[in-house]
């Protein structure tokens, strides 16, 4: 079955610590996949998408993600996390079915 | 322009009742989805809009659920009767493009407590 897997429900770290977060997908085709994130009291804001051509695809507020495809992967990264970076995040693909399937989350927490 | 919205923000209503959301979605949008997220588990997809058709309810849960995008501009979402297992947050989203290149826009959610 097709699906989205987060292995990691919750990370922490300090602010100005690099930061991955982990993404594996299910699905026989390239899709079409996109890292969201969801601050306390707000909707699901896009950060980033990747549809095809380069791999590694830069988003909003200093993120990037890489798509591996021999390891079906999509991880978010960041390279200096801010105390406002303390969301959760969403990875999701678009595929044939056309809506998104979205994993787990990952809940973020930020250290001063 | 306006993001999408929805109404209300929370709801809390006992087993049995009526519970109708509503979402607006950005202006010009055709697609307009529903997803919900029980508590501690993932965001699901319920229904896809493309104008006032419904093109994709494969996630509706069961009859109690019922969409409408009348005239195709906002959508509601009627929960009749409510259950303790409808807890959790809706969220609406929209986009231009139904071939899931375009990124979907959400709404803020609407936190529903079935008690």
């Known amino acids: 079955a097709q699906s989205v897997t987060q292995p990691d429900i919750h990370i922490t770290v300090s602010e100005g610590a690099s930061l991955e977060l982990r993404c594996n997908y299910s699905?026989?085709?390239?899709?079409?996949l996109f890292w969201y994130v969801q601050s306390p009291g707000q909707g699901l804001q896009l950060l980033l998408k990747?549809?095809?051509?380069?791999?590694l695809v830069q988003g909003i507020k200093g993120f990037e993600a890489e798509f591996k495809r021999s390891q079906s992967s999509f991880n978010l990264r960041k390279p200096s996390v801010h105390w406002s970076d303390a969301a959760e995040y969403f990875c999701?693909?678009?595929?044939?079915?056309?809506?998104?399937?979205f994993g787990s989350g990952t809940q973020l927490t930020v250290l001063p | 322009e306006a993001g999408v919205t929805q109404f209300p923000s929370h709801s809390v209503i006992e087993k049995g009742q009526t519970v109708t959301l509503r979402c607006d979605p950005i202006?010009?949008?055709?697609?307009l989805y529903w997803y919900r997220r029980v508590m501690g588990k993932e965001i699901k997809f319920l229904l896809h809009?493309?104008?006032?058709?419904?093109?994709?309810e494969s996630g509706m849960p069961n009859n109690r659920f019922l969409a409408e995008r009348t005239g195709g501009t906002y959508s509601t979402l009627k929960v009749q009767p409510a259950e303790l297992e409808d807890s959790g947050v809706y969220f609406c989203?929209?986009?231009?493009?139904?071939?899931?290149?375009?990124?979907?826009?959400f709404g803020n959610g609407t936190r529903l407590t079935v008690t």
């Open positions: 989203a929209s986009s231009q493009d139904p071939r899931g290149r375009s990124p979907l826009h």
């Open positions: 699905y026989g085709a390239t899709p079409y």
């Open positions: 990747y549809f095809s051509g380069d791999t």
């Open positions: 999701a693909y678009s595929g044939s079915a056309r809506q998104l399937t």
């Open positions: 202006s010009g949008h055709d697609n």
């Open positions: 809009f493309v104008k006032e058709s419904k093109q994709d």
